[in-house]
C-alpha cells in the first residue's frame, strides 16, 4: 500500500514563557478598543468578535503579538521545509494577524483562506467544551458515490477530523484547506490568535 497526496498539519507550542499570559491580555485589551472590528462583526453577523477587518498592525500595538510574529516566523519556516517547497527567491511573509473570541453555542463557518499559502490559529483560551477545530478532506467534493469510512477508520482516512487544542498550541495548514469551528458549550470565552502567511 502506497500513500498518496498527504495533507500534511504543522503542530507546535508556544514554548516562551509567559506569553499566553500576555497574549490574552493584549486580545482583552484589543477588543475593549476595537470600535471598528465590532460594527464589521455586528454588520456580517459574525458571532463574538474578530479583529480580521480592522486591525492589520497587531505585532505593533502589543509585545505579545510581537513576539508571537517571532514564533510564527520560525514555525512557518520549518512547515515550509517539511513540505518540501522550492521557494526560489521568494520568502514567507506573514501578511494578516487577527483576534478571535467565539462565546458559548458560536461558530466559524467553513472556510479557506484564498490569497495565502500557510494559514493557522495560535491558541490563548481554551475552556473545557470550547469549539473543536474541524478540518475538511479536500477531496470531498469528488468522492461522489464513496462510501463512509468505518468509525474506527484511522486519521489519515476520514473525512473530518476534529481537533481540541490547548492554550499555547499552534496549528498550521496550507491555506486551501477547508476548515472551520464548530459550536462550544463553555460559557467561557474561547480565545485564538489566527494568521495568514504569503509569498513576496
Not at 500534511?8 to 472590528?37: F, P, Q, Y
Request: aromatic share 8%; proline share 7%; charged share 20%.
Amino acid at each position: 500500500m502506497r500513500e498518496l497526496f498527504a495533507t500534511r498539519l504543522h503542530e507546535a507550542r508556544l514554548t516562551e514563557a509567559g506569553l499566553i499570559a500576555e497574549l490574552e491580555d493584549a486580545v482583552w485589551m484589543l477588543e475593549e478598543g476595537d470600535a471598528a472590528g465590532h460594527d464589521w462583526c455586528e454588520r456580517e453577523g459574525y458571532p463574538g468578535y474578530t479583529s480580521y477587518a480592522s486591525l492589520d498592525d497587531l505585532p505593533q500595538r502589543a509585545p505579545a503579538f510581537a513576539a508571537l510574529k517571532t514564533a510564527l516566523d520560525r514555525q512557518a519556516a520549518a512547515f515550509a521545509q517539511a513540505l518540501h517547497w522550492d521557494l526560489g527567491a521568494r520568502t514567507l511573509r506573514l501578511d494578516a494577524l487577527w483576534v478571535n473570541i467565539l462565546g458559548e453555542g458560536m461558530v466559524h463557518s467553513g472556510h479557506i483562506h484564498p490569497g495565502s499559502v500557510i494559514s493557522g490559529t495560535c491558541y490563548v483560551a481554551m475552556p473545557e467544551g470550547a469549539g473543536a477545530i474541524r478540518f475538511e478532506d479536500p477531496r470531498l467534493p469528488a468522492m461522489m458515490a464513496a462510501p463512509q469510512p468505518l468509525a474506527e477508520a484511522p486519521e489519515a482516512l476520514r473525512r473530518f477530523v476534529y481537533l481540541a487544542p490547548a492554550p499555547g498550541d499552534i496549528l498550521m495548514w496550507e491555506s486551501w484547506l477547508r476548515h472551520e469551528v464548530m459550536p462550544g458549550t463553555s460559557q467561557e470565552p474561547r480565545l485564538s490568535v489566527s494568521f495568514n502567511y504569503a509569498l513576496r
